[in-house]
């Protein structure tokens, strides 16, 4: 069955450090999506992208955010400048046309 | 907005019934979802309603009615393996993204 992989499953940075987090959604869909979840809370939007631009973002998703689909089948979530605030679990989710968002098994970021 | 409430926790006995009740106030709706989440992991899709009504799927259902904004989660037959939480997601207007309610996290015990 495809699924959707990401890596690295933990990372562990410095604060102030940049951190890429990578994805490979599932190849034939066409929606990609990161959400965040803090330990103990509930899943956050952070922002969709479609047809190699963003399509929604949310309030979370600042200028130290960006996304980018370098090549055919990676998809990035690059933090510049890390904060404690940031630590959390990171899902990639992708979509193929107006069926279920099918999550990757995250990161785990703890910023130190 | 987008408000998506649903309790915070609840305990049911193994081989029992339980329903997980899920209310939302959105902009826009485009389907809600049913989603697992085992501690740690990702969520696992469950169930989907875009019309009113049961969709049932073996142990597990989901009902949604749209008027009501309203939509619940029926597992049958509880396995100690269905403790998890449970999470209520709603897909509004754009850009297909899910907004989740906090989940509900189920404790079956013996």
């Known amino acids: 069955e495809p699924e959707v992989t990401q890596t690295p499953s933990h990372q562990v940075t410095q604060m102030g450090q940049e951190v890429i987090l990578r994805c490979v959604p599932i190849?034939?869909?066409?929606?990609f999506y990161w959400y965040r979840q803090i330990l103990g809370q509930k899943v956050e939007f952070l922002v969709s992208?479609?047809?190699?631009?963003?399509?929604?973002k949310s309030e979370i998703f600042d200028d130290q955010f960006s996304v980018e689909r370098p090549d055919g089948s990676n998809f990035t979530l690059k933090i510049r400048s890390t904060k404690l605030e940031d630590s959390a679990m990171y899902f990639c989710?992708?979509?193929?046309?107006?069926?279920?968002?099918?999550f990757g098994q995250g990161t785990r970021l703890t910023v130190v | 907005g987008q408000n998506i409430d649903q309790p915070t926790e609840m305990t049911a006995t193994e081989g029992a019934i339980v329903q997980i009740n899920c209310t939302y106030q959105?902009?826009?709706?485009?389907?809600l979802f049913w989603y697992q989440q085992h501690a740690g992991e990702a969520p696992t899709f469950l169930s989907y309603?875009?019309?009113?009504g049961l969709e049932e799927k073996g142990r597990f259902s989901s009902f949604l009615s749209r008027s009501k904004g309203y939509s619940y989660l029926l597992l049958k037959e509880l396995q100690m393996k269905d403790s998890a939480s449970y999470l209520c997601?709603?897909?509004?207007?754009?850009?297909?993204?899910?907004?989740f309610g906090g989940g509900t996290r189920l404790m079956v015990k013996p």
């Open positions: 989710a992708s979509i193929g046309g107006t069926t279920e968002a099918f």
């Open positions: 190849s034939n869909h066409l929606y």
């Open positions: 992208f479609y047809n190699n631009e963003i399509s929604e």
């Open positions: 959105t902009s826009g709706f485009n389907g």
């Open positions: 309603n875009v019309l009113d």
């Open positions: 997601a709603v897909r509004g207007d754009a850009g297909n993204m899910l907004t």
